[in-house]
């Protein structure tokens, strides 16, 4: 079991969800009988705590973390077929869609032309590229001066139309965030008009790979007003992916509540090997190294020697942090937006949760938006009272898109005890893509960049 520390007058409770720690007779024993004992194999906790929260959290959300258990077995011992079908697939689509098609690709094969796709290509897409092969934004060219020129003083329709510009962007650079970086560059430059920053593949410590993706864009290389943060979010065939989005585990911060453990270790904030280095990086050292140095700079030596040298400052919270000071800095009269769908989408709204934490008022200060599409849960409902001054006033700017049929937004799966809970509006649309939920406050009233 891992050990605690105390960091900065800091004790650490946590919950770990090992599927792999227990075998299918402990599972049906849990799930079927109730038996705790048996639930309590798969679980561990703070040395200080354990057996009573073990216990505790075994009894009181056995359906829940049984879900969790099935489903990340299910998902871990389908982890190299969804490898090799996701391979297959994208290089199906793409063998196609350059080829013109199947009748193109026999026309080719005759005459020896076939044209073989290659991987970080700015034309090799992604399966949900392929599938979706929208890329031009609503109204895209009148963008900046839309938003530049907004106010409260614009009519109803005028507001509605700058709502509906950021909500596109935002939108189209969650699904472009699924490609790498050489298409990302290619459609914002060439098809948005907008000014490439960077494309970004951070370290997870925990799943011991580059997993994380985002990128940055701002609307213009000179003078900006408008800088973009998007993250990557669950890739269809990426079965790490969808066990973080199934996982139960998680960590409390006094402050600020229970959140999501994968969610974190994506972001690059800890790994549950160590539970020590969620301290480090939340309220201890870590953080404070980090923030004395610069994007180039070697980090010193932290204790955290698990994390392999030149992957330090790679981790998704920094390496993005770090280049939204430097932008915000050049370009004065910026304002940022943090957008992500599925899995992006819990890591968009998680940075800004973790800049308040570390104090970064002054980047939280030009915060303009974060836009989410299809979102999970990334805590307890204490995070929403946390984040509520920062995100509701003076006027909303945390805004997530329910779709119906979505999964994605209902995990983990909350029961009536515990507290995993979404905050912030939510604007829900039915199986017929109808807004189900309006907000009553407009985003125009804080787009006002001069």
Known sequence: MASTSNVDDFDSRYLIV???????????????????????????????????????????HRWVIAVSIIARKIIGFLAKPMEYTGFVVDFTLNLLSQNGNIFGLLYSLLHGKVVIPRRGTETFLSTIGQLDGRIDLYKGQYLTEQLRYSDVGQSGIEMELVNRILMDLCIMAS???????????????????????????????????????????????????????????????????????????????????????????????????????FQNHLLGKEAKFRDRSSDS???????????????????AYYAVKNKLKSLLEEHKKAKFVVTGHSLGGALAILFPTVLVLHDEMEIMHSLLGVYTFGQPRIGNERIGRFMKAHLESPVQKYFRVVYCNDMVPRL?????????KHFGVCLFYNSCYIEQVRILLSVSTFLTFT
């Open 18 to 60: 090992h599927p792999e720690n227990g075998g299918m007779v402990d599972l049906l024993r849990y799930l079927l009988l109730g038996d705790i004992s048996s639930g309590v194999k798969f679980l561990e906790a703070e040395a200080e705590a354990v057996p009573v929260l073990v216990v505790e959290e075994a009894a009181d």
């Open 175 to 277: 699904k472009l965030a699924y490609e790498n970086a050489e298409v990302v560059r290619n459609v914002v430059v060439d098809h948005w008009k907008m000014h490439f920053v960077d494309f970004y593949n951070c370290w997870n410590d925990f799943e011991k790979e580059m997993s994380t993706q985002v990128f940055i864009l701002t609307d213009k290389p000179k003078d900006a007003t408008l800088i973009l943060i998007s993250f990557r979010g669950t890739e269809p065939f990426d079965a790490d992916d969808w066990c973080t989005d199934f996982d139960y585990s998680w960590y409390e911060i006094p402050k600020l509540g229970k959140v999501h453990m994968g969610f974190l270790e994506a972001l690059g904030l800890g790994n549950r090997a160590d539970t020590v280095t």
């Open 297 to 315: 700079e070697e980090l010193p030596s932290t204790g955290n020697d698990c994390i392999p040298p030149g992957k330090m400052e790679l981790t």
């Open 412 to 420: 983990p799966y909350d029961d009536k005890t515990f507290s995993y």
